[in-house]
Structure formats: C-alpha cells, structure tokens
C-alpha cells in the first residue's frame, strides 16, 4: 500500500481539526464577530492597480519541505512592513500543524493593515469560509487538488456571498480545465511548486498563461525572487505574485519585501487587459 502525500496527510488532518473547531466555536459564535459586517476589500482590483507592484506578500513561519522559515517574526511588524514597503496585498498561513499559523495571526494584520489580505489554508469545509470572514480575511484559497469541481463552486459561492473573492489554485492544465467556474472564482493561481516533489519551475506558470481566460486575474505562486522573474511573468498576462519563502527567509522580511519593490518600480508598465 503506497504511502499518502503530504497533501493527502494535510486534508485528512484539517478535516478532523475542521470538526473539532465547529464544536469548539459554533458557528452562531463566528457570527459574532465585527468583521462579518465589515464590508471586504478587493483583491482583484489592488491587484491591477496602475503603478501597483502585484505582490502578494506572504507571512509564513514554516513549510512541509523546509521546516521553520522563520519561527520568531512578529505578525505585526513584518505585515504592516510588507504594506508600508508597497505590496498590494497579504497572504497570511492560518495552517498551524504544517505551517505554524494560525487563525489569531491574520486578525493581527488585519487590525494594522487596510490592504485586502488573502486567508491562505487548506478549505475542505464550508466552516472554514464562515471561519474566514468571521477573522477579517477578504479573500480565500481553493486548491483545485484538494477539491471537487462541485466543491469549489459551492465554497467560491459561498465566500462570494460574504464578500470575499476567491482564489483557485491550480498546479496544471488538467486542474485548470476542470476547476475553473465564473460563478466561483475571481483570480486563479498557478502553483510553481510540484506536489510530488517539491521542485519548482516558473514554466509552469509561462505554460498556462494562455488557458486562463483574462476575466481572472492571473496570480503566480511560489518560486518567484527576481523583479526579472516577475518582468517575465508580466509579459505572460500575470497581475499577481505570491511570495513568501523570498521573504521570510530574512531576519527581516519586510526589508526584502522593500528591496524588491523598488525593482519592481524600474520595469516596464504591465499593459492591462480589460
């Protein structure tokens, strides 16, 4: 019997925390909260911002294939630093088995940030879209790996209704065709990063640029360090980029953050499509 990935070891574990959260703190308790009358910012229109850098700068202490990144930097500091440096929007983990997060930590950057800011875990559950608005997040992710066509459409709707725009994740064309919906989605992602084993390649998301239908906004996750890489992708049709690893990896992430927006800020405009 094969041994199960680390993305199916992830779902199976946030399906049993998932459970133990809704009865822990029950959804009338979610609805409590302040920011489920707030109104959500958008990701999509920060994204495509005249003279924006289209960064999605990532607060993430650990990974699955690295181990801790950076276990001691303060949410409060680093996010409001990615923010004042330029970046158009955060992308806190929420994820604490695999990746150190947790929910508190995107409700710190919200209070000192006014950029949208994207709940990145893994959603399995609707729960957890109730979860995210209720702690101030104004986008989710939707991994296509982890999700039915159905699924996704069902959660995206949902997050829409609150609000919130939605992220679909996608790590190849296959993924693409079958996850994609107009009625749940606003901006896809494309994972640089193989699932099965951990190598990264910006072709991946040069290869399926043309796939993705310009009413979404196109995000390029994971793998990206270079204003020359994010020049490159810009010319492929990309208004995002997610970084995180590029980031965290210094004592002082906001400053690397800084340090590549002002590289940014020298390439060529990006030509809008409408």
């Known amino acids: 019997m094969s041994q199960p990935t680390i993305l199916q070891t992830i779902v199976a574990h946030k399906r049993k925390e998932v459970a133990t959260r809704r009865e822990l703190v029950p959804?009338?308790?979610?609805?409590?909260?302040?920011?489920?009358?707030?109104?959500?910012?958008?990701?999509?229109?920060?994204l495509l911002r005249e003279n924006g850098s289209g960064l999605v700068a990532e607060f993430k202490r650990k990974?699955?294939?690295?181990?801790?990144?950076?276990?001691?930097?303060?949410?409060?500091?680093?996010?409001?630093?990615?923010?004042?440096?330029?970046?158009?929007?955060?992308?806190?983990l929420t994820d604490?088995?695999?990746?150190?997060?947790?929910?508190?930590?995107?409700?710190?950057?919200?209070?000192?940030?006014?950029c949208p800011i994207l709940r990145k875990d893994f959603v399995v559950d609707e729960y957890q879209i109730l979860e995210a608005k209720s702690i101030?997040?104004?986008?989710?992710?939707?991994?296509?790996?982890?999700?039915?066509?159905?699924?996704?459409k069902t959660l995206g709707s949902l997050a829409r209704s609150f609000g919130m725009e939605v992220l679909l994740e996608v790590h190849d064309g296959d993924e693409l065709a079958r996850s994609i919906s107009a009625?749940?989605?606003?901006?896809?992602?494309?994972?640089?990063?193989?699932?099965?084993?951990f190598s990264l390649s910006l072709d991946t998301s040069l290869d399926l640029a043309a796939a993705i239908p310009n009413e979404f906004v196109k995000v390029s996750e994971s793998g990206i360090s270079s204003a020359a890489a994010i020049g490159t992708l810009r010319e492929a049709?990309?208004?995002?980029?997610?970084l995180g690893e590029a980031?965290?990896?210094?004592?002082?992430?906001?400053?690397?953050?800084?340090?590549?927006?002002?590289e940014i800020a020298a390439l060529p405009k990006p030509v809008l499509v409408s």
């Open 27 to 46: 959804v009338k308790l979610l609805e409590t909260s302040l920011y489920f009358k707030s109104k959500p910012l958008s990701l999509r229109q920060y």
């Open 63 to 92: 990974s699955p294939s690295k181990g801790w990144i950076n276990q001691y930097a303060p949410v409060e500091r680093t996010t409001l630093g990615y923010m004042q440096a330029g970046a158009a929007a955060l992308s806190i």
């Open 96 to 114: 604490a088995e695999f990746f150190g997060g947790k929910n508190e930590d995107l409700s710190t950057a919200r209070r000192f940030n006014f």
């Open 136 to 152: 101030g997040a104004d986008a989710v992710l939707l991994i296509a790996a982890v999700l039915t066509p159905e699924e996704i």
């Open 183 to 197: 009625d749940a989605v606003d901006l896809v992602g494309v994972n640089n990063r193989n699932l099965h084993d």
């Open 237 to 242: 049709g990309y208004r995002g980029f997610l």
């Open 247 to 262: 980031f965290m990896r210094n004592a002082r992430p906001e400053r690397a953050c800084a340090a590549l927006v002002q």
